[in-house]
């Protein structure tokens, strides 16, 4: 089975920068979706960004323009670049991915049957 672990959680202060990673162990099709979501202390649990084979990227309205989420086949990792970091930005983040998909990515939890177990980003004043 496929395994993501993430890497690269910590505490920043606000306006500071992180930058978080997965390992991806395999790829089991040439069309897949990939990305984040992440969950928030008492909040449910929210998409942020997204992106397929061909590099298409989606994010959510709330890290428009501060997040940038990349690829890089030759290391198997995912990776999200956070800057500009507010304190609602703090939650557990979580890599995901779906293989196979042919359609096109999409903020829906159920789509993604490979969990990562999640890193804490938390962002203090």
């Known amino acids: 089975q496929v395994h993501l672990v993430e890497s690269g959680g910590g505490s920043v202060q606000v306006g500071g920068s992180l930058r978080v990673s997965c390992v991806v162990s395999e790829y089991t099709d040439n069309t897949y979706c990939m990305g984040w979501f992440r969950q928030a202390p008492g909040k449910e649990r929210e998409g942020v960004a997204l992106?397929?084979?061909?590099?298409?990227?989606r994010y959510a309205d709330s890290v428009k323009g501060r997040f940038t989420i990349s690829q890089d086949n030759a290391k198997n990792t995912l990776s999200l670049q956070m800057n500009t970091l507010r304190p609602e930005d703090t939650a557990i983040y979580y890599c995901?991915?779906?293989?196979?998909?042919?359609?096109?990515?999409?903020?829906?939890?159920?789509?993604?049957?490979?969990w990562g177990q999640g890193t804490q980003v938390t962002v203090f004043s």
């Open positions: 992106i397929n084979r061909d590099g298409t990227t």
């Open positions: 995901v991915a779906q293989f196979g998909w042919l359609g096109p990515c999409i903020f829906n939890e159920n789509l993604y049957r490979t």
